[in-house]
């Protein structure tokens, strides 16, 4: 009961401050966001303070760790700040915790790195699989994106007036990110950093083909549009493929999430027939010892599987 107060304490005093600060910081968030509309006003652009609360902003997020906490929230394609996002994460900590203490009936001090084990698994699995699915939706973009390049050429435009074709007529996410790079070129970055610099944001072969194909014919010299447009026809191609083989491996890639699963729920059943039964187990020493074998063994053959069944294509 003791550790219980001294945890709820804590929470409370963690809460509070965490408020203080986003409330010292408004004024400064309010500043930033005027400043950003002076910016795009010369654009024809115009914005108006919406309140949104999953834009605030605090000091916190000026920081490195800041900035690489929101490079990984836009490669998910999640519209939050970090401080929205790390307040979820305490969020979800709380209700891993009340939802293991109900199902489980843990200790306070077991529960407790359950509870911060499970949301940062939680955590990392979700923003893995967003972060999956925008770059192979980015990549299924690919052979649009190279084919309207190619025809543009062909028209006699340049490689960033083709790269605002793109950014205005293809949907996000390929138009998204095209359209960032081409206004860092026209803010003075050159075409191979600014080029360069996208492919370090998205870690896409098809991407790097397509960078790769560019850098080398403006070194070399060739014909551009061509290369873009035999680069179209070779990506549509592979994707058929790809398609394919991922039907036929789907089988044992489902079997790797049901060996994680169904363990996890005996366990819950096993708890609900037999009271206790999985506190009084974590509670002794050797139960740690088990449970970590337990655990290991589950991620070993969650990974051998998900190696077996990942075919490159």
Known sequence: MDALVVIAAALTVLTAGL???YIMAFSQARARFS???AELSASGESLKPSGDWRHFTTPLERTRWGQKVQDVLRLADLDISPSVFWSARLLLIGVFYAALGQILGLTVSVNLVASVLGAYLAVRFY???RQDHYIATFDTQMPEVA???SNSLRAGLSVLQAMEVVAERVERPAGREVDRTAREIRLGKSLNDALLGMLERLPSEELRMMVTTILIQRVAGGNLAHALSVMSEAISARFKLRDEVRTMTAEARYSGVILVVIPFVVLGLLNRLMEGAVGAFLGNPIGWVVGGLFVG????????INRVSRVQV
Do not use: K, N, W, Y
């Open 19 to 21: 408020a203080l600060l």
């Open 147 to 149: 084919l309207l390049m």
């Open 35 to 37: 400043r950003r509309m």
């Open 297 to 304: 063994v589950l991620i070993l053959g969650f990974t051998l």
């Open 127 to 129: 923003l893995r699989s």
